[in-house]
């Protein structure tokens, strides 16, 4: 289905169609996402956390950094992200990015919105929205890229222009069983833009699923940074 004709079909099944929990697929009022109780239960991030990277503090010392980030130069601003990767919200994410069920992108998007009500984006007027990109090779075996879907979906609801003006050009390993450095090296060259003058002098957000290490997201903004961005934040469904 076309981008274009995708949210009016979506409207017309919201229609016809009573509105279902997508945790529990319990019955719920029209336009929810999920049910009250199951509402209550998402792992959310509350108090205080780390300014950069959205890691929770036992503590209510505010203003800190995590472990993480302390002596670390990142070049986004923050990652914004108002969940934890866990129970439920992983299983969520798990089920759309590789079982395909891309009936989920609804609650995800819902889960993704809600950073844009953080404290840390007061008086930031976002330019654009940048979705992470996968390799071709990988996008072609997923027949999607997640981190475009939501990106698309947040640019809807919140009448930000989407720039996907990213490539990946390199296919990388997988940075699980990596370092610090070697991430970092491993991601070196793997991202370029589409056209420049998309992005210099912009506010952008840089839209992904989850946030780990960072080390992606740091390399995506490093890239946009010398091409002229002014500030480049990012936004994530969940905190791993």
């Given at each position: 289905m076309s981008r274009v004709l995708r949210p009016w079909f979506q409207a017309a099944v919201e229609v016809v169609l009573p509105a279902h929990c997508a945790s529990c697929d319990a019955q719920t009022r029209r336009g929810a996402v999920f049910c009250a109780p199951c509402r209550r239960q998402l792992p959310r991030i509350r108090g205080a956390r780390c300014e950069v990277c959205s890691e929770p503090f036992a503590a209510a010392d505010a203003?800190?950094?995590?472990?993480?980030?302390?002596?670390?130069?990142?070049?986004?601003?923050?990652?914004?992200?108002?969940?934890?990767?866990?129970?439920?919200?992983?299983?969520?994410?798990?089920?759309?990015?590789?079982?395909?069920?891309?009936h989920l992108l609804r609650p995800l998007a819902w889960l993704l919105r809600r950073n844009l009500l953080d404290d840390r984006l007061r008086g930031v007027r976002l330019d654009g929205l940048i979705?992470?990109?996968?390799?071709?090779?990988?996008?072609?075996?997923?027949?999607f890229n997640q981190s475009r879907l939501l990106a698309e979906e947040l640019a809807r609801h919140a009448q930000i222009?989407?720039?996907?003006?990213?490539?990946?050009?390199?296919?990388?390993?997988?940075?699980?069983?990596?370092?610090?450095?070697?991430?970092?090296?491993?991601?070196?060259?793997?991202?370029?833009?589409?056209?420049?003058?998309?992005?210099?002098?912009?506010?952008?957000?840089?839209?992904?699923d989850v946030f780990t290490t960072g080390s992606t997201l740091d390399e995506c903004a490093r890239v946009l940074l010398e091409a002229g961005a002014r500030s480049v934040w990012a936004l994530t469904v969940a905190r791993a």
């Open positions: 203003g800190l950094l995590c472990s993480n980030c302390r002596g670390r130069n990142f070049h986004f601003v923050a990652t914004i992200a108002s969940y934890r990767a866990n129970g439920e919200i992983r299983e969520l994410i798990h089920r759309f990015k590789y079982n395909r069920e891309l979705p992470v990109p996968l390799h071709a090779l990988r996008e072609r075996e997923r027949e222009p989407l720039r996907d003006e990213l490539r990946r050009i390199r296919p990388t390993e997988t940075q699980t069983h990596f370092d610090r450095r070697t991430r970092m090296q491993n991601l070196r060259g793997a991202f370029i833009l589409r056209r420049m003058d998309r992005v210099t002098g912009k506010n952008l957000a840089l839209i992904d």
